[in-house]
């Protein structure tokens, strides 16, 4: 008796793959035409009483081989590869995104000072303006250093009300004071829209901190002028949630920006932040703004300073902030995680051995 030939059957199922897949390929492009008229009319990406919808239709018209069940389970599968390729076609079209512009973005800082595609730098200078000669005082320990950038507090966003807020506008004018004074670049953080273009007139970049990292209407008023833009990642902040936030900021014509990692809350208590080191590589690899990393923030311990940099620079990273003060016992914010004058020329020489600022 002959035996029923395989090789018939097989090119048949063959033929129907490839139809199969040239259907497939047919419903993403459908899918990814419904993804940019969605993006344009910024509605949700998935649906899922269309999805219900679809499911429905479909087992209705199941006439078997395959259960129920099984036709549901695998056009959740189609759809679901389908909803995949709307995110990477958004992911794309990113002006942040790494596939957007290949190359890294670099900030300049006046005329002299980079952020981003060569050496890193280091940024430092007190939690909080606190006064004239507190600032000036460590303004000049940091050019005898070598320090081109200074920072400093001069709006500061609270937990409790009760803390010392910062001066204001008067703490922007000491530090252009300063800064002229040194030739330092100096940046400072600003959590009200309507004081954006006001700052320009004293700070060389722009920071929208932590706590305001989704405050909308300040990414918008950033990204209305073309100043620098130093934007922290969020407490609890996912590092998509983060690009979206700069991309708030690009969208509105500035491209001049620089993500900062600060570290971001859990439930570990031997730092005051958990500093998140693999977002360094990550963000590098999805997007081509500068990376820095604020080992003091993501800490709040002076004493793994110094390794916390080598490791955030190690990781890519395009340079560190760390907070310095004259006299942190009597700062006016917090004091127990700010480096003395003496303590910063530690840390930096340790730093500086590595050899991994200089790359």
Do not use: W
Request: hydrophobic share 40%; charged share 25%; net charge negative.
């Amino acid at each position: 008796m002959n035996q029923p030939s395989l090789e018939p059957l097989r090119q048949k199922l063959d033929e129907t793959n490839r139809q199969l897949l040239e259907l497939l390929s047919e419903r993403a492009q459908i899918a990814q035409e419904i993804g940019n008229i969605k993006e344009k009319q910024g509605i949700p990406k998935f649906d899922p009483v269309r999805e219900k919808e679809m499911l429905t239709e479909l087992v209705a018209s199941n006439k078997g081989p395959f259960t129920d069940d099984t036709i549901r389970h695998l056009f959740k599968q189609i759809f679901q590869a389908s909803l995949n390729l709307q995110v990477t076609d958004h992911k794309k079209q990113l002006l942040v995104s790494r596939k957007k512009q290949k190359e890294d973005t670099v900030v300049t800082l006046g005329d002299d000072v980079k952020v981003g595609g060569g050496s890193p730098v280091l940024i430092a200078g007190p939690c909080s303006v606190e006064s004239y000669d507190q600032t000036r005082t460590v303004a000049a320990a940091l050019k005898q250093a070598g320090i081109t950038v200074l920072r400093g507090g001069a709006f500061k966003p609270r937990t409790s009300p009760y803390d010392f807020q910062g001066l204001g506008i008067e703490g922007l004018k000491i530090l252009k004071e300063v800064g002229d004074e040194f030739g330092l670049k100096t940046i400072s953080e600003i959590v009200d829209p309507a004081h954006v273009e006001l700052a320009c007139e004293y700070i060389d970049v722009i920071q929208i901190g932590a706590r305001n990292m989704q405050n909308f209407e300040l990414l918008k008023a950033a990204g209305d002028v073309r100043k620098p833009i130093l934007l922290k990642r969020g407490l609890a902040a996912t590092i998509d949630e983060f690009l979206h936030a700069a991309e708030y900021i690009l969208a509105r014509g500035n491209t001049q920006v620089m993500l900062i990692e600060r570290g971001i809350r859990t439930y570990e208590k031997a730092t005051r932040n958990t500093l998140d080191i693999s977002a360094v590589p990550i963000l590098k690899q999805e997007s081509h703004l500068p990376v820095l990393v604020d080992v003091t923030h993501s800490t709040g311990r002076k004493d793994i300073l110094a390794p916390c940099a080598k490791a955030a620079l190690a990781a890519g990273a395009d340079g560190v902030m760390v907070e310095v003060h004259p006299d942190p016992a009597t700062a006016l914010s917090d004091a127990a995680q700010q480096l003395n004058i003496e303590e910063f020329g530690n840390f930096y020489a340790q730093v500086r051995e590595s050899g991994l600022l200089g790359r």
